[in-house]
């Protein structure tokens, strides 16, 4: 029997909350406060009645810092960035690119005076379209290999460590696919269904990913389905012209 439960709001009143917080925010640092705005599942739609409210404050002269605190039952975190956070982040992509790089197009603002998040999104977008998707794919395969041989270094005793290692392989499978499609997932929850739905993927993957976030401990049986998964991978890779194999090393 389950003795206790987690608070439930309506998405208005976590909208509710974000004002108070923005109200109190205005009040203390007064022109100071450049932007503020809700993220995640709150500003993508996707909120559950047990979900928490993100929110992303820019203020001047206050240092980057996670504040997080229950505020009338509702869980509450409050990412401080300062500016130069925010517009270096908008400048960098990476290989996790994929699932986290859209909080500045799906976020709700609810302040922004002089359209911080305007320029941002431009500087995102132009970034984006000068990026080399093949090295973002290659580094992340390259990362699902670390919990590829892994997962092989394991006993059979070790179910906990395999479980866990295989879902960090379909992890990286999944932001390499994610990539490879130029892809943006709409969340963490969501990315390995939406990921089954793109165009370019390795052969059995659904199948693959399937198995390795299942409940199964067997460490042979994941060894074996990381194993083809891997094989797979490395196929989807070469119908690319991606190369992983370096026989010169004069690029070092």
């Not at 409210?53 to 975190?77: P, Q, T």
């Not at 973002?136 to 699902?144: P, Q």
């Not at 130029?182 to 052969?203: C, G």
Request: aromatic share 12%; with cysteine.
């Amino acid at each position: 029997m389950i003795t206790w439960k987690p608070n439930k709001f309506k998405t208005e009143e976590r909208f509710e909350i974000a004002d108070e917080i923005l109200n109190e925010l205005l009040s203390k640092y007064k022109s100071n406060l450049v932007s503020v705005a809700i993220e995640g599942s709150t500003a993508k739609g996707l909120d559950l009645p047990e979900s928490d409210l993100e929110l992303r404050v820019v203020i001047k002269e206050r240092e980057s810092s996670w504040e997080a605190f229950f505020y009338k039952g509702m869980f509450v975190g409050v990412s401080f960035s300062t500016l130069e956070k925010m517009k270096s982040k908008a400048k960098n992509i990476d290989f996790e690119w994929s699932v986290k790089n859209d909080a500045l197009y799906t976020c709700k603002v609810l302040y922004d005076p002089t359209n911080l998040y305007e320029e941002l999104r431009d500087t995102a977008k132009g970034v984006e379209e000068q990026a080399d998707f093949n090295i973002l794919i290659k580094d992340a395969i390259t990362d699902m290999y670390e919990h590829v041989y892994k997962v092989f270094a394991l006993q059979n005793t070790d179910t906990l460590l395999a479980a866990q290692e295989a879902r960090q392989v379909a992890y990286w499978a999944v932001m390499s696919v994610g990539l490879k499609n130029k892809h943006k997932f709409l969340s963490s929850r969501t990315m390995y269904k939406e990921s089954f739905n793109l165009d370019s993927l390795p052969q059995g993957f659904e199948q693959h990913i399937h198995g390795l976030l299942s409940l199964n401990t067997n460490v042979n049986s994941i060894k074996q389905n990381v194993g083809e998964l891997w094989v797979s991978t490395l196929n989807w890779v070469q119908d690319l012209n991606l190369n992983l194999e370096q026989s010169d090393l004069s690029f070092l």
